[in-house]
């Protein structure tokens, strides 16, 4: 996905409950995915990641879904907690360029 | 490890100045990434060095803004001279080896310099 301009989505959520942060590509070439996740005043930080050939992968509490066909990936947090309160960036990559997304920003509230 | 590390970390600076942001990848790391970071555009890879070597520097907006790799463990972004437009937090990333069959090795971030051209 490139990036879109000023207004960031946002995601609202009680904590305790899941979140499902969605992201469209653009690039049906891409064959590697990543969800970053950037707190306020820090660089983003790696999550998880997928290659095209799967299309689920799971982490500690986080788990990625592709879907190739739309060309669509999304990121579920379980039990989500404050300290998840960040902008969450999906990109795309193939060869050594990463493109990344607008980014989602996901409100945590206590 | 202490993760790639940035200065300056805040940066203010008149119009027409030289700015030189510095970046020190984690040991080991092969690649290195420059980035920037505004609103308007997002996250914009600028300049892509692999094994101190520029790989691709299509990101580079202008000839005002140019990097160096002189050793692997040291990287410079220069802007000469620095305008308003360019205000934006700029970050250096690191990666293992860059591509590896294919796929892209994970980069990691860091704290990125914030900038103001006044």
Redesign the interface.
Known sequence: GESVGLHLPTLSVQEGDNSIINCAYSNSASDYFIWYKQESGKGPQFIIDIRSNMDKRQGQRVTVLLNKTVKHLSLQIAATQPGDSAVYFCAEGGGFKTIFGAGTRLFVKA | DAG?IQSPRHEVTEMGQEVTLRCKPISGHN?LFWYRQT???????LI?F?NNVP??DSGMPEDRFSAKMPNASFSTLKIQPSEPRDSAVY?C?SSLG??VK???E???????TRLLVL
């Open positions: 790639v690649s609103m308007m555009r997002g996250l914009e890879l892509y692999n790989i691709d970050f990333a860059g591509v294919g796929f892209q994970t980069q990691y971030f860091g704290p990125g």
